[in-house]
């Protein structure tokens, strides 16, 4: 069975500070990797994606997430954080197939 | 853009009713799901279609129902709604093949 942790449930940080939300996953089987991002009463929105290729993936608003197989870790991290990315952040594993798997969740709260 | 619509934002509805959840997809996708969000716990997966009248349960189906008569429409079925059922609910859409699911903004419900 897949499983993903989310190893912090709230990281506090300061505006302008880097942060990191650690996700780690066990899968025996290739799977892709996804990070989601949540805002207070909305949907899920894709915030950057692994499915193959460069193992160090981007995406527009500054975060960045490296896929490590030999640590099964998809760590997000950005080198500075604005009051605009507080907000849910979820990790997600799929595997071949159709199923989708999500850890429980970081809330990232950043502080002025 | 995918887009995945939910027909309610806020819901209110008291135990023992019969609740309706709908969700829209525009892009064809052949994969929807319908996930609960509750604190502390994130997203718990409801139940999934693969096709038009095909269906899986997930990992927290008891009490639930869904449908699927149409490709583009998903809808989950509280038979006799109950207060431990009030939830963040959310709808997916997603290609058979390995890329990301897009979500719904989400349904609040709340049953009393």
């Known amino acids: 069975a897949q499983s993903v942790t989310q190893l912090d449930s709230q990281v506090p940080v300061f505006e302008e500070a880097p942060v990191e939300l650690r996700c780690n996953y066990s899968s025996s089987v290739s799977v892709y990797l996804f990070w989601y991002v949540q805002y207070p009463n909305q949907g899920l929105q894709l915030l950057l994606k692994?499915?193959?290729?460069?193992?160090l993936v981007k995406s527009i608003n500054g975060f960045e997430a490296e896929f490590n197989k030999s640590q099964t870790s998809f760590h997000l991290r950005k080198p500075s954080v604005h009051i605009s990315d507080t907000a849910e952040y979820f990790c997600a594993v799929r595997k071949t197939g159709n199923q989708f798997y999500f850890g429980t969740g970081t809330s990232l709260t950043v502080i002025p | 853009d995918v887009k995945v619509t939910q027909s309610s934002r806020y819901l209110v509805k008291r135990t023992g009713e019969k609740v309706f959840l709908e969700c829209v997809q525009d892009m064809d996708h052949e994969n929807m799901f319908w996930y609960r969000q509750d604190p502390g716990l994130g997203l718990r997966l409801i139940y999934f279609s693969y096709d038009v009248k095909m269906k899986e349960k997930g990992d927290i189906p008891e009490g639930y129902s869904v449908s699927r008569e149409k490709k583009e429409r998903f809808s989950l079925i509280l038979e006799s709604a109950s207060t431990n059922q009030t939830s963040m609910y959310l709808c997916?859409?997603?290609?058979?093949?390995?890329?990301?699911?897009?979500f719904g903004q989400g349904t609040r419900l709340t049953v009393v």
């Open positions: 997916a859409s997603s290609l058979v093949r390995d890329t990301e699911a897009f």
């Open positions: 692994y499915l193959s290729g460069s193992t």
